[in-house]
T-cell receptor, first 111, second 113 residues
Framework: SQQGEEDPQALSIQEGENATMNCSYK?????LQWYRQNSGRGLVHLILIRSNEREKHSGRLRVTLDTSKKSSSLLITASRAADTASYFC???????????FGSGTRLQVQP | DAGVIQSPRHEVTEMGQEVTLRCKPI?????LFWYRQTMMRGLELLIYFNNNVPIDDSGMPEDRFSAKMPNASFSTLKIQPSEPRDSAVYFC???????????FGPGTRLLVL
């Protein structure tokens, strides 16, 4: 089973609204990363948050991490049509020296 | 830097044929990863290398799949013989260090008829 699971699986909002996506994982981690994938393209790294951090910002992105609940959230503020993509969380579970990706949230931003 | 380069971008082949996918990682990166993405199974890690040495190939589905990294600037993923269920998008990614930011290539879309 996958380490990270995103919720919701799909999200549709209007341009200008905020979008929130959640990620839950099962084991302890060193860090958690969020990636974006536009249709037909490779994944692009958005942000990395370490296990000793609780919140991190990058432009219109805000990521939170709650290690006690084994969950993270990605908030995109003032969304744009160009934000339409799939968003994945990735964790590095112990014993596996590589990232494990979740199944992703498909975000649709209507202009 | 040009980023991670993959070739070909698209491949259509017939069942039973050999398929070779190629990847050039970002210069200076010491980790290289091969992933497969399908609608049903999502993004799966197949194998990864550290300093050209295969570290974990537990994700390789069958003996029909093999991967090599003869030097720091080149890796191949080979499927022989190919089957229709191998149809997927195959991504190569590279990174500096363990569990750090991975840089993905554009992928190879493989269709096995």
């Amino acid at each position: 089973s996958q380490q990270g699971e995103e919720d919701p699986q799909a999200l549709s909002i209007q341009e200008g609204e905020n979008a929130t996506m959640n990620c839950s994982y099962k084991t302890s981690i060193n860090n958690l990363q969020w990636y974006r994938q536009n249709s037909g393209r490779g994944l692009v790294h958005l942000i990395l948050i370490r296990s000793n951090e609780r919140e991190k910002h990058s432009g219109r992105l805000r990521v939170t991490l709650d290690t006690s609940k084994k969950s993270s959230s990605l908030l995109i503020t003032a969304s744009r049509a160009a934000d339409t993509a799939s968003y994945f969380c990735a964790t590095d579970p112990p014993g596996r020296r590589a990232l494990t990706f979740g199944s992703g949230t498909r975000l649709q931003v209507q202009p | 830097d040009a980023g991670v380069i993959q070739s070909p971008r698209h491949e259509v082949t017939e069942m039973g044929q050999e398929v070779t996918l190629r990847c050039k990682p970002i210069s200076g990166h010491d980790y290289l990863f091969w992933y497969r993405q399908t609608m049903m199974r999502g993004l799966e890690l197949l194998i990864y290398f550290n300093n050209n040495v295969p570290i974990d190939d537990s994700g390789m589905p069958e003996d029909r799949f093999s991967a090599k990294m003869p030097n720091a600037s080149f890796s191949t993923l080979k499927i022989q013989p190919s089957e229709p269920r191998d149809s997927a998008v195959y991504f190569c990614a590279s990174s500096i260090g363990f569990s750090q930011t991975q840089y993905f290539g554009p992928g190879t879309r493989l269709l096995v008829l």
